[in-house]
């Protein structure tokens, strides 16, 4: 812990060693400053190419401020108007998809496209396919109309077997019983007809 103390001790007369060792480097702020010219490059080409930078600079500096003062005077213009920064979007995005659509790279990306297209259609292998295609679609419509068909005729012949017919029999007779058994349950519940009064006292007087 005394030597940890000691090194951070700020009263240490040794505390200015390390400033007073820096500040005896000499410094050349030019020099900082520049970096090693390339090769083929005398000073005095160095020192235009220097000035000219520092102009082109000064030159981006005020273009940007006057661009800044008219984006300002733009939107002022447009808030007047009553534009809504979703106009401005809509009528960004609309003029850069049309700005796409007239570029020369889309232009023969579409006329690429095209070519590839009719190459790929009128192609023997793309025929083949498609034909190949419509074939199996007849007989898969051929084999649903037979299977169809099939079914149809298994139908008929299994109403006009003799099991079937013999069942049907059976329905028909339990059918006739229960419509039978029904009609003589409602003639017993009949009412009397008119004629069948009971006789009535007649009170003496």
């Known amino acids: ?4 103390s000691q090194d951070i001790n700020l009263n240490s007369p040794n505390k200015g060693l390390l400033s007073d060792a820096m500040t005896d480097v000499p410094v050349d702020s030019a020099a900082a400053g520049r970096t090693a010219a390339p090769e083929g490059l005398t000073a005095a080409e160095e020192e235009e190419l220097r000035a000219e930078i520092a102009k082109v600079e000064e030159e981006i500096g005020t273009l940007r401020q006057v661009l800044a003062a008219k984006e ?9 108007l009553g534009l809504t920064p979703l106009d401005g979007l809509k009528q960004n995005l ?15 990306t579409s006329e690429k496209l095209g070519e590839w297209n009719d190459k ?12 190949t295609l419509s074939q199996a ?6 084999a649903l109309s037979n299977v169809g068909s099939v079914i149809s005729r298994k139908l ?46 007649s009170a003496p007087f």
Not at 73 to 79: I, P, Q, V
Not at 137 to 142: E, H, L, N, P, W
Not at 181 to 192: I, V
């Open 120 to 131: 790929v259609t009128q192609s023997d292998f793309y025929k083949k396919t498609q034909e």
């Open 72 to 80: 300002r005077h733009c939107g002022e213009l447009k808030r007047k």
């Open 156 to 201: 008929g012949d299994m109403r006009n077997s003799a099991t079937f017919k013999s069942f049907e029999d059976r329905v028909g007779t339990i059918k006739s019983r229960v419509v039978g058994s029904r009609e003589n349950s409602t003639d017993g519940l009949q009412s009397p007809s008119a004629g069948d009064k009971p006789p009535q006292d």
């Open 94 to 108: 609309s003029k850069s998809w049309h700005d796409v659509q007239v570029s020369n790279a889309y232009v023969r």
């Open 137 to 142: 679609g007849q007989k898969t419509s051929a």
């Open 1 to 4: 812990m005394e030597s940890a």
